[in-house]
């Protein structure tokens, strides 16, 4: 469904990511893991294009993308939910979902897919007039992660979906990842500081250190891994 070829970017002079390759099937949850400043944001800025890239390929549904500017590679279906949620805090929650149907196409399904958001997230339909800046880091994110499902994802992309939020909210946030991915059928990458949610989450893995893969698998074979254990989960 989904894979990059030798990917390298960065910014201005500077590379951060250096051929970096990995794919992705139709309905998987993948995990990218690694420590801050890894180059896991940079990557799906240049997934996303936000940023160009200077080297590689980038295939979706057997077509390369990288020349596409960012509308038309979300129309395809490519959708990423951005770290820190990117809200706008003096807009409804309502509105706020609303955002993510911005297409013509998507225009027409607002209703629908808001529905299914609701669904979803009920503590969202309990607070759709409230201002977005008054709701918690949790329902924030439910904001942030609803907006993205109402352009209709077939690749769904979460750039650190638990970053600041309490353990028991994270592993709601868990639930509700791998409730899309069964329940909507849509796939799923990943990016997470918390290797331990992350593997244990996803069907398969990747390992991202200064800008490289260094290492891929099974979830499972990768919480197993004696470098992972030590390096990330400090065992």
């Known amino acids: 469904m989904f894979r990059i070829e030798n990917i390298t970017a960065g910014y201005g002079d500077i590379t951060v990511l250096h051929g970096i390759s990995l794919e992705i099937q139709k309905g998987e949850i993948v995990s990218l893991v690694g420590a801050n400043a890894a180059g896991k944001s940079t ?43 990117e809200l706008f805090p003096g807009m409804s929650v309502q509105d706020n979902l609303l955002m993510g149907a911005f297409s013509k196409e998507h ?62 909210v994270v592993q709601q946030m868990i639930q509700i990842i791998k409730k899309i991915s069964e329940d909507m059928g849509t796939t799923i990458f990943l990016v997470e500081q918390n290797v331990n949610h992350a593997l244990k989450l996803a069907k398969r893995g990747y390992v991202m250190e200064n800008g490289n893969i260094v290492m891929s698998g099974s979830g499972q074979e990768l919480l197993n891994n004696e470098h992972i254990k030590k390096a990330y989960l400090g065992i």
């Open 43 to 85: 990557l799906l800025r240049a997934i996303s294009g936000l940023i160009p890239i200077d080297e590689g390929a980038i295939w979706f549904e057997d077509e390369r993308i990288e020349q596409l500017d960012i509308k038309d590679r979300v129309a395809k279906g490519l959708i990423q939910i951005p770290e820190g949620r």
């Open 107 to 168: 225009r027409k399904k607002a209703n629908k897919n808001m529905e299914k958001v609701y669904e979803l997230f009920p503590r969202l339909k309990e607070r759709y007039k409230q201002m977005a800046g008054s709701l918690s880091g949790g329902e924030q994110q439910m904001v942030a992660i609803g907006r993205g499902l109402m352009s209709d994802p077939k690749l769904l992309m979460l750039d650190e979906p638990s970053l600041g939020l309490a353990p028991i």
